[in-house]
């Protein structure tokens, strides 16, 4: 699997970004996405992840700000972030498992986008 991620940009903290993650030569199809962050010299953290069913699981810092959902008819996973925050200034990647654990180990993730930066100013 191919992932594409893209959609970060420059915010103001209480603004909105989407990130989007476009899978492509998929094998199985029915993969689990996840979305990670990594800020300046910290480690890569789970954001949120969703199954194949749609079943979703979040970091407790971003629940209530932060959705994920995905349109397996396009192929893509979609992070809509909301009331951000300065905290949440990071290089965002997108990932898959083949096994659709859903997991936050991102041990898990086989494949991973090339991630995307978000900065958001206070």
């Known amino acids: 699997v191919q992932l594409q991620a893209s959609g970060g940009g420059l915010v103001q903290a209480g603004g909105s970004l989407r990130l989007s993650c476009v899978l492509s030569?998929?094998?199985?199809?029915?993969?689990?996405v996840a979305w990670f962050r990594q800020a300046s010299g910290k480690e890569r953290e789970f954001v949120a992840a969703?199954?194949?069913?749609?079943?979703?699981t979040y970091i407790d810092s971003v629940k209530g700000r932060f959705t994920i959902s995905r349109d397996n008819a396009k192929d893509t996973v979609y992070l809509h972030m909301n009331s951000l925050k300065p905290d949440d200034t990071a290089v965002y990647y997108c990932?898959?498992?083949?096994?659709?654990?859903?997991?936050?180990?991102?041990?898990?993730?086989?494949?991973w986008g090339q991630g995307t930066q978000v900065t958001v100013s206070s």
């Open positions: 030569k998929r094998t199985i199809g029915r993969e689990s």
């Open positions: 990932a898959s498992d083949m096994y659709d654990r859903g997991s936050s180990n991102l041990r898990r993730y086989e494949s």
């Open positions: 969703i199954r194949y069913s749609g079943a979703t």
